[in-house]
DNA sequence: TATGAATGAGCATTCATTCAT
DNA sequence: TATGAATGAATGCTCATTCAT
């Protein structure tokens, strides 16, 4: 059943994240995972394509997650702490998602079929700092540039809020570090 | 003569930048360097040296650029600025040593022997956004995260400068993206 | 149904011709026969079976044409004639069948037990060739060797037939090609 | 040295004779030849290579022995047999050889590279026939069937000549086995 | 110091076959 | 009778490393 493939997953992500894809055998994640070997090649014709399903599965994961209770405000900066905050608290729930995106987002080894498929993930997101340079709150550097910082900066909690589960419960510091975000992106 | 060992180094360097420690074969390096297979093991008793001097070499270069011309202000901010403009500098004649470092410092690869050769590498910008914090400049917000803000901010400026090299000479932006920096750190 | 299993069998004789027995694998026998894996198996307990079977029905489906209107005539070379005839038309029906003796007849794949139930294809033919001999109809050199020059002329024959249909409605090629092979074997 | 890739070139003809090329792992190649299997690898960079080497190193020992001699006669069916004559000798000193030719030179196995190098094994061969045939001294066939013939008539005697090495020294059945073939392409 | 043939453990993947449903 | 998920031995090939020259 669809169980087992789900379990295969979920034993790559591990190891993906634990060792690197290329230091995991199949042979690892069959072992790993209580299958044979020719149960990890039934359902999935390569090694290359368990990572491209799990970078697919994370990012609409993430997604998912990132858009939640949007519509309750018009004010920009609000939006973005609301994005901001489930960025952060889906990092939390999905640390090994979370780090995979980090890691092979950017590397060769995601095909690019894969990418094709969620290449909108941040799009709400580009959309809203768009709108917002446009009304003149953000700082007059390359929209590229923001965006880049955008993702940092969210990286950069997480990884904090990953170590320092604690730390998210609280209210200042994660007031502190958006508002550190905000900062560096307005006018 | 050392002229080779070099040789060898620079190959590996853009080699792993390209494809990646792990997808790049002992054989291709020496290959691209016009050697035997026995020579790179001559110079090199295995693969994770040459990775471990890469990094070495390339934390030492980065240490030099980073703290040029530091004696010249006590003001924070500009010191912070000089760090910063040194960083970006250096990164755009260095890319592939930048982003070796991006890539391998936090991962498993590097030995831990390595890593201690280097590991104040940081030193003197970690001393003044202590200072600074001490004096109440900077934003309440742990240590461990201004470090990483740094960083991040540090390597979002060097990796634009990289791909628009024609930036790094303009006035305003460079500014600007110190600014985005500094107003994220600073209360 | 039977149905199924012939339609396996006649999958499995179109693949092995293509591309090879070794290269089929079962996989894409049952693929392209619209059938599970598993009823493949239900049906032949080895791939090796199918071959097998595919042999036993070629030499079979040979033998029933090999001796079709041989009553009529007395004559031997005119008897030798009507079975050439008769092996030409049925490899130009029968194109993968030919090509499956041509190829896998003396190969170690198949079976004992499947030579044994067919190794009297060519009694007939091979009787009326001792029977030439005696009479001294034929060129002084061991039968086998008579043998061995019918089987390749018929198969040359036949190759020639198949790429050339058109070659077998005209008389007089096919007249020549058997004549060529009776100067060879008679005195 | 080279005598380690020759070593396991010979090997490989036996081994793919005896099993056929798909029935024999390089493993079995390599520990026959008692060598480890990178060396194999390290001499060729495929399984696939050392059959098209194999292919090409008998195509060209066969042509170097076909042409022997040919210079000493002009008449048409002496030069024939000379060639004949040349392929049997040939055949029973290589009968490894010969075989490959037989089992592989119509089949996919063999790259079209491989094939292109040694397009022209036959030439001499045709040219004598066409030559024939324009003499009007050949029965009235396709040239396509006589070679085809030809090819077939050449590998018969060889193959018996093979297996009965005693019968190439007497006199009478080689000369029959010629005339046989002669009498089957000539008028 | 330099070479490159040789090594063999390790890897991704294939495939005939089994078996529970 | 039919299915297709599961199996695991076997295969072709890679690659870091060694060593005799």
Chains 1, 2, 3, 4 share one sequence.
């Not at 858009?67 to 004010?75: A, E, G, P, V, W």
């Not at 997480?158 to 200042?172: D, G, N, S």
Request: aromatic share 10%; glycine share 2%; hydrophobic share 35%.
């Amino acid at each position: 059943m669809d169980n087992k493939k789900q379990h295969i997953l979920d034993t790559a992500l591990s190891l993906f994240i634990e060792d690197g894809y290329e230091n995991t055998p199949t042979s690892a994640i069959s072992k790993k995972s209580n299958v044979a070997t020719g149960t990890l090649f039934h359902h999935f014709h390569s090694k290359h394509q368990i990572l491209d399903e799990l970078y697919i599965d994370s990012k609409r994961s993430l997604r998912l997650e990132l858009i939640k209770n949007l519509q309750s405000t018009n004010d920009q900066q609000d939006i973005l702490h609301l994005i901001w905050e489930n960025y952060s608290r889906w990092a939390v729930s999905n640390p090994n998602k979370f780090r995979l995106l980090s890691r092979y987002s950017t590397s060769k080894m995601i095909s690019a079929e894969a990418r094709e498929q969620v290449d909108n993930t941040y799009q709400e997101l580009i959309n809203v700092l768009n709108e917002s340079r446009e009304k003149g709150l953000l700082a007059k550097i390359p929209l590229e540039c923001v965006i880049m910082l955008t993702k940092l900066h969210f990286a950069c909690a997480a990884e904090y809020f990953i170590t320092h589960p604690e730390a998210l419960q609280k209210k200042k510091l994660p007031k502190r570090l958006f508002q550190a975000y905000w900062r560096a992106i307005s006018t």
